[in-house]
């Protein structure tokens, strides 16, 4: 439920710290970090921690653990939570008072969602927990549960839209409990800062959204996969140029195949290329399209209408939800030809639409006639200026992907080439044979690079090299030179590294792009926000029904096909009955693409000096893996870093 109001702020207010919860009223029996309410605990949690079930008490982020206090823009999202540790199983009913001031109302909004336990049972060594139950997925359910003994978090989100009023807005939150006890009240305080955030965000983003996933969460059709005949486009076209890294996702299938093996993989598909493979070794190969999801074009060979799309209702009901509430771009590396119609897209640029990935860079759709009605009506629709053409996914084979670019490049230059293909500094990427930057039999083989004379000679629109490829000092003379600069993570890196994984504490999915802005790049890609491994039911989750925050690990689970190392990898993303649901890090995500947009009005008024001042106290350019940790001085300090930025931005 949403509920909406704020009162306006006269202008020395607004650039005024919170010190304090000054609406917080004394409850009586308020002791130390957390309080009690007959039979129940309760405290209050910044958005930047993961709360486990094993917590007793406020990290003390926030100055008063009782209240709970948000900042933000117009037109962007802020989450905080109420973290309730129950003396006995029970529920509770949740009350959001309204946002208010006598006299004003405005488009103020606050929505909640508990956050459910998933089941991992292995995980890296970190500081948070091991194999156990984990706080991820966020749930709609028509009332909170209380499990006894256990620490469970509401999160609560705030939404500003563009015309929301700036001032500052008290609410209170009311949980009842149904066992009778005492209720629980929480005071809550939302500045809304004087400025707005675009709705296009400044960040260009690509997270991959799985249409087949979807369609068997579902129970639809499944898109057809590509049949043998088609493999042997695989290693040269689309996202599928790099055998070992496209067929990750698969590793328990082929390992277990006739003849498997990870080492043999391009082996046995250079084979069925050329008509010598066994049987055995033909359906190791043929498990790559079920990954890449590399599909026949619509049309069948008829009249071609770039309007429709024999698509499913839910994937675009996704794509919409990704972009109106995560400001991320649905589509990327796997997207078959024409993954949105042009209707549907225009649909999309007022949610905040950026980029999107048009068809795969497959040399051959540079003659084929749907491609190009598909781009000429996208080019009249003015849409062209988002879509990209991706391919060569961690490829070495630089010198093919330099001749397709071109010639896609000739065909559409409307249209911009996109890769995450290896680039080094070594003399070998200037030749064929390749001898790669990356060797999945001896490790690394060269220097990772990001050289503009490269990128431009390649052909390269949106060159996009892994987080702990990035030499900081060559993004920059890439930009400089023109060039816009992408960066991406999958499950690596690991070390110190900020991703997107469980393991990783919550602050850091958003002190990732920080980073991004840090480097002064362009886009951020992810692989994937629904690829649901193999093993559960995935049957979609049904709030109403639930009995229970945990979530069977045989329905669903965050584990993937690495086991520890790739926990949360992939799965941002679960699917309800009435539709996606959330993660706490995909909020965190989205959190940190709204402070991306903080930094860039920043640079915009300021300069970059000016921002690399702030993120400095936070992150080490010159070495990404040193960065601020999880304690509660140094998230005070992110914190406190975001509101001196709103700060300048309104001096």
């Known amino acids: 439920m949403n509920h909406r109001g704020c009162r306006r702020l006269v202008a020395t207010q607004t650039m005024t710290a919170i010190a304090g919860c000054a609406v917080c009223v004394s409850t009586a029996g308020l002791e130390g970090s957390h309080t009690t309410s007959a039979a129940h605990e309760f405290w209050t949690e910044t958005s930047l921690v993961r709360v486990m079930p094993s917590a007793t008490m406020a990290t003390g982020v926030l100055p008063e653990p009782h209240c709970a206090q948000v900042e933000l823009a117009r037109n962007e999202h802020e989450s905080f939570q109420v973290v309730v540790k129950a003396a006995v199983n029970t529920t509770f009913q949740v009350t959001i008072q309204p946002p208010q001031q006598p006299g004003t109302a405005t488009d103020l909004a606050i929505s909640w969602e508990q956050v459910g336990l998933v089941g991992v049972s292995a995980i890296l060594n970190n500081t948070q927990g091991g194999a156990g139950w984990w706080p991820d997925p966020c749930l709609r359910v028509p009332t909170a549960f209380g499990v006894q003994g256990v620490a ?3 999160w609560f989100t705030v939404h500003a839209s563009a015309i929301t009023t700036a001032g500052v807005c008290t609410s209170t939150i009311t949980l009842t409990p149904s066992d009778g006890s005492a209720v629980i009240s929480i005071p809550v305080t939302i500045t809304v800062f004087d400025f707005a955030l675009p709705t296009q965000p400044a960040l260009l983003t690509a997270f991959n959204l799985d249409e087949a996933h979807i369609a068997k969460v579902y129970n639809k059709s499944a898109p057809p996969e590509v049949p043998l005949s088609a493999i042997e486009t695989l290693w040269t076209h689309t996202g599928c140029s790099n055998p ?5 996702g698969e590793q328990p299938l082929w390992q ?3 003849d498997g093996g990870a080492g043999d993989m391009y082996t046995y598909c250079t084979l069925t290329k050329a008509g010598t493979a066994s049987p055995g070794q033909r359906a190791v190969c043929g498990t790559v399209p079920n990954v890449c999801i590399l599909q026949t074009l619509p049309g069948g060979g008829g009249a071609f209408d ?12 996704w794509a919409h939800w990704m972009l109106a509430n995560f400001s991320l771009n649905p589509g990327t590396i796997y997207s078959e030809p024409i993954p949105f119609t042009v209707d549907e897209l225009a649909d999309m640029v007022p949610l905040g639409l950026n980029s999107f990935n048009a068809f795969p860079a497959h040399a051959d759709l540079a003659t084929n006639p749907q491609i190009k009605a598909y781009v000429e009506a996208l080019d009249a629709a003015k849409l062209s200026q988002f879509a990209t053409t991706y391919g060569y996914d961690e490829s070495d084979l630089l010198d093919e992907m330099q001749a397709t670019f071109f010639t896609l490049k000739q065909a559409y230059p409307s249209i911009k080439t996109f890769t995450t293909a290896h680039m080094c500094g070594d003399t070998h990427e200037w030749r064929e044979p390749v001898v790669p930057c990356y060797s999945k039999g001896t490790g690394r083989a060269g220097t990772p690079v990001q050289d503009p ?3 431009q000679r390649r052909n390269v629109d949106y060159m996009c090299p892994i987080l702990d490829w990035v030499q900081p000092d060559n993004m920059t003379a890439c930009e400089q030179a023109g060039h816009p600069m992408w960066m991406y993570t999958s499950l690596e890196p690991h070390g110190q590294y900020c991703n997107l994984r469980v393991d990783n504490l919550l602050h850091e999915p958003r002190l990732l792009f920080w980073q991004a802005s840090q480097l002064n790049i362009t886009g951020f890609l992810y692989w994937g926000v629904n690829v649901w491994h193999t093993g559960p039911t995935h049957t979609p989750i ?15 689970n965050p584990m993937q096909s690495q086991g520890a190392q790739d926990v949360g990898d992939g799965v941002l993303m679960y699917a309800g009955v009435d539709g996606p649901l959330s993660t706490i890090r995909l909020h965190a995500v989205r ?7 903080y930094l860039a009005l920043l640079r915009a008024k300021q300069g970059d000096a000016a921002v690399q001042e702030f993120i400095a106290k936070l992150s080490s350019r010159a ?21 001196a930025i709103a700060v300048a931005i309104l001096s």
Do not use: C
């Open 152 to 154: 469970l978090a509401l």
């Open 244 to 248: 070992f890294s496209a067929t990750k």
């Open 256 to 258: 277990t195949s006739p």
């Open 306 to 317: 770039p309007t429709t799309r024999a698509g499913h209702p839910e994937f675009v009901q």
């Open 453 to 455: 004379d490269q990128i």
């Open 542 to 556: 049904d709030g109403t029904a639930l009995e229970s925050p945990y979530i069977s690990p045989t329905e669903w």
């Open 591 to 597: 959190d940190g693409i709204e402070d991306f947009g």
């Open 623 to 643: 070495n990404l893996e040193t960065h601020i940790g999880g304690t509660a001085s140094e998230l005070k300090l992110m914190l406190a870093q975001r509101h």
